[in-house]
């Protein structure tokens, strides 16, 4: 059985920092696609950032320079590190598996994310 579960999120005030944390279990970890994506109320999911079995990234202009993912094979987990947070940022955060040859997507129960004052 194929788990995603996030952990990391919270409330923090604008500027803050935080660290998201994806642990996967059930699938070939390293061959997958990864991938942070968020949905703010009323909003649809739109990507974060992503990384590939190679580590390439890829950012939404949104978030270029302020946010870092990242991913350790070895532990089956994608971290996503928030910096300079903006309220626009609030929304609750997915995270993704997906690979080219196979049609199963696999995402996460998400976890809330809120800045404020």
């Known amino acids: 059985q194929v788990q995603l579960v996030e952990s990391g999120g919270g409330l923090v005030q604008p500027g803050g920092s935080l660290r998201l944390s994806c642990s996967a279990s059930g699938i070939a970890f390293s061959i997958y696609r990864m991938g942070w994506y968020r949905q703010a109320p009323g909003e649809q999911r739109e990507l974060v950032a992503t990384i590939t079995s190679g580590y390439v990234t890829n950012y939404a202009d949104s978030v270029k320079g302020r946010f870092t993912i990242s991913r350790d094979n070895g532990k089956n987990t994608v971290d996503l590190q928030m910096n300079s947070l903006k309220p626009e940022d609030t929304a609750v955060y997915y995270c993704?598996?997906?690979?080219?040859?196979?049609?199963?997507?696999?995402w996460g129960q998400g976890t809330q994310v809120t800045v404020s004052s």
């Open positions: 993704k598996a997906s690979h080219a040859l196979r049609p199963q997507i696999y």
